[in-house]
Every structure is written in structure tokens, then in C-alpha cells.
């Protein structure tokens, strides 16, 4: 049934800090999960645990029904954004996508086609030859997630990745996120701080605090019904 199973994961970093405390959470195929919380709750930790980035210290990750705990990042069928998106600038668009199908091995044209079809996707067809620091913030986002996108991940991680635009453009990206999605039918976890964020773009939120859940409902349930002060203020201050 769920294409993401996590059991019980914790992690405890060296020094003592408990970032996640047995945290437990099944992601069906095709739904789009934020994790909503304020900073340090342990969203982008529970995130970097499904890509592979961290360790967990307790716990299973499962994909597809096989255990990937353990598994490093670029041999699990997960592709991430993270929140400064870190795209190569001495090499042009084309080039930054095109890269991790290289070293997949991909014949030539085969890159092409699939680059120029995600490109099409995320708007900036026409873009390849551009030096991605030429790119405004919102463009340049667009192609941290075309990166990911291209090498057709069954689950899109997403940290935080409109965080530094401003509240026009992560408003507009926010949708053309949401649009994309649901025309692929992708998996999606998006980490974010922002309750509008979570309430207007999600299947189900999770609400953590303190490395753990604290409400997990749809958005219009948890709208309804805040069963947390991070979330009961919030709504507090748009009436
Ligand atoms: P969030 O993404 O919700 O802001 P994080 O998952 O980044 O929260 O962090 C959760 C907690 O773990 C915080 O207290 C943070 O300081 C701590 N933490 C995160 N990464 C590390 C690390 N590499 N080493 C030590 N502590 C960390
Ligand atoms: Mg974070």
C-alpha cells in the first residue's frame, strides 16, 4: 500500500542532541506530505534520513517494500532539493542536468530528450545553454528541482526550497510545484516552516515538534481542528 514506510526512526546526534525521536510515518503513492514545524523541530533530519544523507540511530526506512536504512543516497530512488540548492555554476543548465544521466550512462540522445522535456516541465525551456548565476532565485530553483526530477526519483524530497525567495515568488512556485506533482503522480515530502505553505499545498500534514509528531491530518482537518499551538497561532492571526 504506502511506497514509504519509516518505523521508529530516532537520531541522536554525537553530543547528545535527540533530532529525531522515534518517528513513524507511511507515504502512499502519489501524495504529497509536508512535515510543518518550527526550526529544529527535526523536519529536515527526518528528510535527510529518507534520502540517505544521515544515519538513523533507531528505526527502519522502507521503499517499495525494501529496507533502505542503510543505503547510500545514490543507490536509493530518491532524488532531493535541498534548501540552498547548490547548482553548479561554472557549468550551464543543460550541463547540470544532463550530468547525473551521464553518469548513468545514458546514450547522448537520450540525455537530450529527457533534459529538454524536464526543462519544459519546471517553464524554462530554451534556458540550457544559460550559466545557472545568470538565473534569477525563482529560476534557479526551478532548476535544483528539474535536476532532481530528471533522474526520475520515486520520491521527491524537498527542504525547505522556497525559503529564500520572496513571498510573491514562493507563493507562485508553490503552485507550480503542487501542478507538477500531481501531473506526475510523484511522491513528494516538502519540509517546511510555513503553515500557509503546509495548508495550502498538501495531501496531510505532520506537525512536529521536539523530533516528533504532534498532529498528522489533512490540512483542512488540522485547519479545523489545531491540535498545536505552532499551528492554533497561526490560524489565530488570519482571524
Ligand atoms: P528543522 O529542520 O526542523 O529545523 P533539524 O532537523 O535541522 O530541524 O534539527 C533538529 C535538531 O537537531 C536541532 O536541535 C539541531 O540543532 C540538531 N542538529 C541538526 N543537525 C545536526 C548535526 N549535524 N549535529 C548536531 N546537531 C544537529
Ligand atoms: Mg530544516
Not at 43 to 60: N, Q
Amino acid at each position: 500500500m504506502s511506497l514509504l514506510s519509516i518505523r521508529g526512526i530516532s537520531k541522536v546526534f554525537p553530543g547528545g542532541t535527540v533530532a529525531v525521536d522515534d518517528f513513524s510515518l507511511d507515504v502512499a503513492s502519489g501524495e504529497l506530505v509536508c512535515l510543518l514545524g518550527p526550526s529544529g523541530s527535526g523536519k529536515s533530519t527526518v528528510l535527510r534520513m529518507i534520502g540517505g544523507f544521515e544515519r538513523p540511530t533507531a528505526g527502519v526506512v522502507s521503499i517499495d517494500d525494501e529496507e533502505v536504512t542503510h543505503v547510500p543516497p545514490n543507490r536509493r530512488p530518491t532524488g532531493m532539493v535541498f534548501q540552498s540548492h547548490a547548482l553548479w555554476t561554472h557549468m550551464n543548465v543543460y550541463k547540470n542536468l544532463a550530468f547525473g544521466l551521464r553518469l548513468r550512462g545514458l546514450p547522448a540522445n537520450e540525455i537530450r530528450d529527457k533534459v529538454e522535456a524536464v526543462l519544459e516541465l519546471v517553464g524554462l525551456a530554451g534556458y540550457g545553454r544559460r550559466m545557472t548565476n545568470q538565473l534569477s532565485g525563482g529560476q534557479q530553483q526551478r532548476v535544483a528541482l528539474a535536476r532532481s526530477l530528471v533522474l526520475e526519483p520515486k520520491i521527491l524530497l524537498l527542504d525547505e526550497p522556497f525559503a529564500s525567495l520572496d513571498q510573491h515568488l514562493r507563493e507562485r512556485l508553490r503552485e507550480e510545484v503542487r501542478d507538477i506533482q500531481q501531473r506526475l503522480k510523484i511522491t513528494t515530502l516538502f519540509v517546511t516552516h510555513g503553515q500557509d505553505e503546509a495548508l495550502s499545498m498538501a495531501d496531510r500534514i505532520v506537525v512536529m515538534r521536539n523530533g516528533r509528531t504532534e498532529q498528522a491530518d489533512r490540512p483542512e482537518v488540522i485547519y479545523r481542528d489545531p491540535q498545536t499551538p505552532f499551528v492554533a497561532g497561526f490560524i489565530g492571526t488570519m482571524n
